[in-house]
């Protein structure tokens, strides 16, 4: 007898090369034909669901990570703006692999989370091109400056936002897992001045994700991924996707639990 799947929503948060670790789960996924119906993401879990969602294989995908270096977004034209990396580079490198894919075009339905600067909230970006709306949802405050997408001005999703539990509750999810690389136990030795610059920002992001998850529960959460990689480390991408894999794998009967009657 046939089973029903409940529609499962992810909701994949951010933390750099850490993300690659959300490779291993949704390889998982597919190992035992889950099918993901909606996908939420903020900065490296946008970059990671919005390029899955548009139909990029696990393959392609776990390649371009390898190749992102922080030194490929430096530019003149940033730093004249007192900002770190430069938006025409970032946002050159998110087209590498997706082009001008447009949210309707997706293979899963998917937002980029990111927070307006002008009203201080979190929005679900949903219309537009894909690769424009993760360089908005990954925009970090001092590293690259607010993106303009149709007049309106976007930084970081995580900084405003939780797992967005409600919102894909009310677009049709039925369970929801929510994927956090957490900082806390991630910020290591701080041998980089970007660790160190980011430090108190993702202490902070925890700190609200860990309120939302008691208002707004995630059905599974994934909170102990990557623990002594750090945020630049993309040399490790291979070892923290099979990290992700061996922890779904092992969850699989829980999983399986909360999505078939």
């Not at 034909?33 to 776990?62: F, P, R």
């Not at 897992?177 to 910020?187: A, C, E, R, V």
């Not at 994700?209 to 991924?225: E, G, H, N, W, Y």
Request: aromatic share 10%; hydrophobic share 40%.
């Amino acid at each position: 007898m046939i089973k029903h799947q409940k529609k499962l929503g992810l909701s994949m948060r951010g933390g750099g090369a850490k993300c690659a670790a959300y490779i291993g789960i949704l390889k998982a996924l597919e190992e035992n034909d889950i099918k993901i119906d909606y996908i939420v993401g903020a900065s490296g879990g946008a970059a990671i669901g919005g390029a899955y969602a548009a139909g990029k294989s696990l393959e392609e995908i776990t390649e371009h990570f390898r190749k992102y270096s922080p030194r490929k977004y430096l530019g003149l034209d940033s730093l004249k703006e007192f900002s770190l990396f430069s938006e025409k580079k970032a946002l050159n490198f998110s087209k590498e692999l997706l082009g001008d894919i447009c949210f309707g075009e997706a293979k899963i339905r998917f937002w980029a989370q990111a927070t307006n600067v002008e009203t201080l909230s979190v929005n679900y970006i949903g219309e537009g091109k894909i690769s424009e709306a993760i360089v908005a949802s990954s925009a970090l405050p001092g590293l690259i400056n607010p993106i303009d997408l149709d007049g309106k001005k976007y930084i970081d999703g995580e900084i405003s936002g939780g797992y967005g539990v409600d919102f894909l509750k009310k677009r049709g999810a039925e369970v929801i897992i929510g994927m956090n690389t957490d900082y806390i136990h991630n910020s290591g030795k701080f041998e980089n001045v970007y660790e160190r610059f980011i430090a108190p920002l993702r202490i902070s992001i925890l700190t609200l994700l860990a309120k939302d998850q008691k208002l707004s529960p995630v059905d599974l959460l994934f909170d102990r991924l990557s623990v002594g990689v750090g945020v630049l480390d993309f040399d490790r991408v291979e070892e923290m996707a099979l990290e992700g894999y061996e922890l779904a794998n092992g969850s699989m009967k829980d999983i399986k639990s909360l999505l078939f009657d």
